[in-house]
């Protein structure tokens, strides 16, 4: 959960983000994202929970990056900003496409 990886990761320095993506369905997708203030609290956590199990689980951790077709690492507002493009083009925007959260 939220809280537990709050817990787990937030031993290691200030987080600045944690986001766990969902299905369509709501249920998590079996992946999280964990910011830090700093890259050394980062690196520090990275170093640290690479040899780790969480529930019997091995912990996978990778710095995350934007990936294009092409192979291109972007940054991660440009990544955002294709996938709306990719879903508006695709008809999934909702109604009227255009509706803002």
């Known amino acids: 959960t939220r ?14 983000k944690v986001r766990l993506p969902k299905k369509f369905d709501g249920t998590h997708r079996g992946f999280a994202f964990c910011e830090f203030v700093t890259s050394k609290e980062a690196q520090n956590a990275m170093a640290t929970l690479s040899r780790t199990h969480l529930y019997g689980r091995h912990l996978v951790l990778e710095w995350a990056a934007a990936v294009e077709d092409d192979g291109k690492v972007t940054d991660v507002g440009t990544a955002r900003e294709k996938a709306k493009r990719d879903v508006m083009s695709a008809g999934l925007g909702g109604a009227g496409g255009s509706a803002k959260k």
Do not use: A, N, R, V
């Not at 809280?3 to 600045?16: N, P, R, V, Y």
């Open 3 to 16: 809280t537990e990886l709050l817990q787990l990761f937030g031993s290691f320095g200030q987080l600045k």
